[in-house]
T-cell receptor, first 114, second 110 residues
Framework: AQSVTQLDSQVPVFEEAPVELRCNYSSSVSVYLFWYVQYPNQGLQLLLK??????LVKGINGFEAEFNKSQTSFHLRKPSVHISDTAEYFC????????????FGSGTRLLVRP | DGGITQSPKYLFRKEGQNVTLSCEQN?????MYWYRQDPGQGLRLIYYSQIVNDFQKGDIAEGYSVSREKKESFPLTVTSAQKNPTAFYLCASAGSHEQYFGPGTRLTVT
């Protein structure tokens, strides 16, 4: 079975400060990895994805994430956050033995303060 | 405009009534999904369909039913057997690797 852990339920940060949202996963097979963002009362929007190749992936809105296979982690980072980045962030994995099923973490609420 | 539409955005029902949530996509995706989201929790898979006229139960299928008669449409019925139906419901479809989500329907049952 696969699982995704987002240890931080909420991360408060001041505007223009850097931020890292942590994601660890457990899987007996190879996976694809994703980060999604959800603004209040909206659906999820894909921020970035790791399929293969370079372990550092860049996404929209200035976010990037690094895949670390040995630590089974896929942490999301941004060097300087804006108020508009306040949202819920979900890490998800797609095991490569399943049919397009995603397993989601419980989410991290990023709260950017002025 | 390609995408996924869900209607309505807000839905109110009395306890004991069945209610159907709509999900339509024009992305030409074969796979479609229904998730339930509760406050402070991640997404939980209700049902999914990989092809027309076929669907599988997800992790929390009890009290829900679906149909997939057309590639573009994957409606979800919340039946009176669902004990706690009040939640935010998200529909998604899958391309080659990632899933694309609709805007969601917030269902309130009183």
């Amino acid at each position: 079975a696969q699982s995704v852990t987002q240890l931080d339920s909420q991360v408060p940060v001041f505007e223009e400060a850097p931020v890292e949202l942590r994601c660890n996963y457990s899987s007996s097979v190879s996976v694809y990895l994703f980060w999604y963002v959800q603004y209040p009362n909206q659906g999820l929007q894909l921020l970035l994805k790791y399929l293969s190749g370079s372990t550092l992936v860049k996404g929209i809105n200035g976010f990037e994430a690094e895949f670390n296979k040995s630590q089974t982690s896929f942490h999301l980072r941004k060097p300087s956050v804006h108020i508009s980045d306040t949202a819920e962030y979900f890490c998800a994995v797609r095991p490569l033995d399943s049919s397009y099923k995603l397993i989601f973490g419980s989410g991290t609420r990023l709260l950017v303060r002025p | 405009d390609g995408g996924i539409t869900q209607s309505p955005k807000y839905l109110f029902r009395k306890e004991g009534q069945n209610v159907t949530l709509s999900c339509e996509q024009n992305l030409n995706h074969d796979a479609m999904y229904w998730y339930r989201q509760d406050p402070g929790q991640g997404l939980r898979l209700i049902y999914y369909s990989q092809i027309v006229n076929d669907f599988q139960k997800g992790d929390i299928a009890e009290g829900y039913s679906v149909s997939r008669e057309k590639k573009e449409s994957f409606p979800l019925t919340v039946t009176s057997a669902q004990k706690n139906p009040t939640a935010f419901y998200l529909c998604a479809s899958a391309g080659s690797h990632e899933q694309y989500f609709g805007p969601g329907t917030r269902l309130t049952v009183t």
